[in-house]
């Protein structure tokens, strides 16, 4: 995980691969860090939301839908919709990897909240 600093401009920036989704292999790079540290901790985020999602786990999910969604919502909506997912999604599968959640999995905890509302 190297991170270099362009000594003309004084900044750092990170240069790395990493391998998508659907397995193909990319290079990028990342300008513009005061310092080395935020270089490397870019790198490590990065990796983590673009990774192998064998690794990435529903609160790590929650975490990048909410980052999303917060801009696109009116506050309300969005507090809502944090809301469900907090107290509805995360308890039921936070630290769980995605790809281990199967079919059966959803539908019994579907099942689960329908038997709450009655």
Known sequence: MPAYKDEARGIW???FRYTDYTGEKHETTKWGFKTKKAALQYETEFKAQS??????????LCDAYLKDRKVNLKASTYRGTEKIINSH????????PVNEI???DIRQWQNDLLQKQA
């Open 13 to 15: 920036y990170c240069r």
């Open 102 to 104: 199967s079919k059966l």
């Open 89 to 96: 999604i995360r308890t039921a599968f936070g630290r769980r």
């Open 51 to 60: 990774g192998d999602t064998a690794k990435l786990t529903m609160n790590a």
